[in-house]
């Protein structure tokens, strides 16, 4: 492979002065070995005594961080752009300065970190000075906040407006008996309070929505999601994406759990992973399926250990990685995740620019003021189509959808694009509408009834159930 | 260059005062910005960087690689040099501390100023002549910057 390594100002006296140069390898690693031996006055800048990348130095494969990929090891394709870039840093305390900022009793108390060459009293002083907002104070919420309480976190914004219910104490350990029927922030900031009186416990009790989500993470440098539904789930990832805040997800359901960091410009968000929600109805709640109590436990975890790794700049963050956790079978999986080129919310392409209604974005809005949306099932539009009946499916979904599976016949309209190719269409003839899974056909059947269309038809559940009811060899997504 | 006398560093006066302006602004937090000029010893510019530490900006600064990647690039394609970087020291001296020499680059100029209550005072220069040589202080002239020949 070849492929073009940028040398950064400080470095290129070591390099011939050069701000480029064309090296060839089949991974970082080895391009880095050619360029050392190229100019061997590079390697005490670059590489630390066990060969490992100084910590001072980070390497960029096309923009992304290496560190966020594979390393050292990350696999290189013909015409990459490595750039070699140096951490730039500083600031005006000392540590000796900051050491008489944690009392005799902190000290003591936090006495296994400070001996942790990763923490030390400048990381536990970061700790001190960070602050951590939990959005819902439930299964993942309670363990996340306990650790970083313990932790030391200086400041907790827990926001959640539930009370606790006997069917909570089975896995939200915050919460106990004697709190039944009391609000959960109540108990939330008694608990946490107890465990670590130098932790300042902030307590908001809303729901988060469009109007106040901006303003209340605003507040804070890290947020954990410990959200049980889509609509929260969604505005919490937008609300991190335009305020650039990490974003440390977990989810949990029965015996299985999921988590990632949505680290907004240094790798993907939620909606890369998820581009839109599944209908309602369709994905049983852990009220419904159920959930192995300490599942959570895991879980939230591993959120706020994260959570403690952002805040003290230390490992590698669980970007561009979601880790699957199986209780049963007891094992950890990773999936590799990536910037999706076309998402609507982080991608270059962007079209979502301001929060938005996400209970019609999830569907569990009321609509009572909208029409309803007229539906047709898969196995009646197929019957109607081998009828031979004049009816044209229109696929709303993004072209690289397209590519996965479709429907034989459909013809493709990307939503965004809808509006603009509507004189395409015939308002006199039946069009079916779909997607992935019946929300944005609808909201494309919508815009096409405001433009006078009468005979207009919303595929539900989209391809999704087209593949379940009709095609089962059809690949979904 | 090394000699007694501590090298020169020539800072645009309009450059300075961007770097006193962007500084309040940025206070109680840390500012930072690039540095970039014609040639060694001559700063007549300043791209002001986002603060992205997390945790402490009032006492520390964090300069993103993609920003420091923007500013490299920027100096590049104009025939400039990236001479260093700049930061503020919020209600403290115009001294580099112990943190600011640990990230420290040979090769990168590291100016200070200092913000008192919101007001910018000192600037101050300093670099690092080897890889693990101490802060030396260079003599900083601010007024106009000859253009590059």
């Known amino acids: 492979m070849s492929v073009r390594v940028r040398i950064p100002t400080p470095l290129r006296p070591y390099a011939g002065g050069q701000p480029a140069v064309s090296l060839s390898g089949e991974t970082v690693r080895s391009v880095i070995d050619a360029l050392l031996a190229e100019a061997p006055g590079l390697k005490p ?18 923009g992304e961080d290496a560190r966020s990929r594979s390393g050292l090891e990350t696999e290189l394709s013909d015409g990459d752009e490595i750039a070699i870039v140096p951490a730039i840093a500083g600031g005006a305390k000392d540590a000796a300065a900051e050491a008489a900022e944690l009392s005799r009793e902190e000290l003591a108390r936090y006495s296994r970190h400070l001996v942790m060459p ?3 009293i400048e990381g536990q002083l970061r700790l001190k000075r960070s602050s951590v907002l939990l959005v819902g104070a439930g299964g993942l919420g309670s363990p996340a906040a306990l650790y970083l309480a313990a932790a030391g976190v200086g400041r907790l914004g827990i926001v959640d407006f539930d009370v606790v219910d006997e069917s909570n104490l089975q896995r939200q350990i915050l919460h106990d008996t004697t709190w039944v029927g009391r609000p959960k922030l109540e108990s939330a900031k008694a608990r946490l309070t107890a465990l670590n009186p130098h932790v300042r416990v902030e307590t ?25 539904n889509f609509e929260t789930r ?11 805040k990490p974003n440390v997800y977990g989810s949990i359901f029965r015996f299985e759990g999921q988590a990632s960091v949505f680290w907004p410009d240094r790798g993907p968000c939620y909606r890369c992973l998820y581009p839109e929600p599944p209908p309602p109805g369709l994905v049983p709640s852990c009220a419904e399926g159920g959930v192995l109590g300490i599942l959570p436990g895991v879980v939230g975890g591993i959120q706020a250990t994260e959570a403690i790794k952002i805040l003290l700049g230390v490992g590698e963050p669980l970007v561009g990685r979601l880790l699957l956790y199986d209780a049963l079978a007891m094992r950890f999986d990773e999936l590799k995740l990536r910037r999706d080129p076309e998402c609507p919310l982080c991608s270059p392409k962007a079209t979502i620019r301001e929060l938005q209604d996400y209970p019609a974005f999830c569907g569990t809005g009321r609509g009572q003021e909208e029409e309803p949306v007229e539906e047709i099932t898969a196995r009646e539009l197929k019957r109607r189509l081998d009828a031979g009946e004049d009816l044209e499916i229109i696929d709303v979904r993004e072209p690289h959808e397209w590519a996965i599976c479709r429907i034989e016949g459909a013809r493709l309209v990307p939503l965004g694009s809808l509006a603009a190719r509507m004189h395409e269409l015939d308002s006199a003839r039946t069009y079916v509408l779909q997607c992935r899974s019946g929300v944005r056909s609808a909201k494309a059947l919508g815009l096409l009834r405001q433009a006078g269309f009468r005979r207009v038809l919303n595929l539900r559940g989209g391809v999704l159930a087209w593949a379940r009811e009709v095609d089962p060899s059809m690949p979904t997504y | 260059m090394s000699g007694a006398r501590p090298p020169v560093v020539r800072l645009r006066g309009e450059t300075a005062d961007a770097i006193r302006r962007e500084a309040a ?13 014609p040639a060694e010893g001559a700063v ?22 993609r920003d420091y990647l923007a500013a490299e690039e920027t100096a590049d394609a104009r025939g400039l040099r990236l001479l260093g970087f700049w930061h503020s020291h919020p209600d403290h001296p115009a001294r580099p501390s112990a943190t600011d020499r640990a990230y420290a680059w040979p090769g990168l100029l590291t100016v200070v100023v200092a913000v008192d209550r919101g007001t910018p005072g000192d600037i101050t220069a300093w670099d690092v002549p080897q890889p693990e040589a101490a802060f030396r202080p260079l003599v900083l002239e601010i007024g106009p910057v000859k253009e590059a020949r």
């Open chain 2, 25 to 37: 602004r940025a206070y109680p937090h840390e500012g930072c910005g690039a540095l970039l000029g």
């Open chain 2, 44 to 65: 007549n510019e300043t791209m002001p960087l986002a603060n992205t530490e997390i945790g402490s900006p009032g006492t520390r600064f964090t300069v993103s690689p």
């Open chain 1, 204 to 228: 908001h009790s809303v729901a988060l929505t469009r109007d106040n989500a901006l303003e209340l993470l605003a507040g804070y440098d890290v947020v954990v999601d410990g959200t049980d």
């Open chain 1, 234 to 244: 969604y505005l919490t990832n937008d609300a991190c994406y335009f305020l650039k």
């Open chain 1, 45 to 62: 800048h670059l590489l630390a005594d066990d060969g490992s990348l100084r910590s001072f130095v980070n390497v960029y494969v096309n």
């Open chain 1, 118 to 120: 990763e923490v030390t």
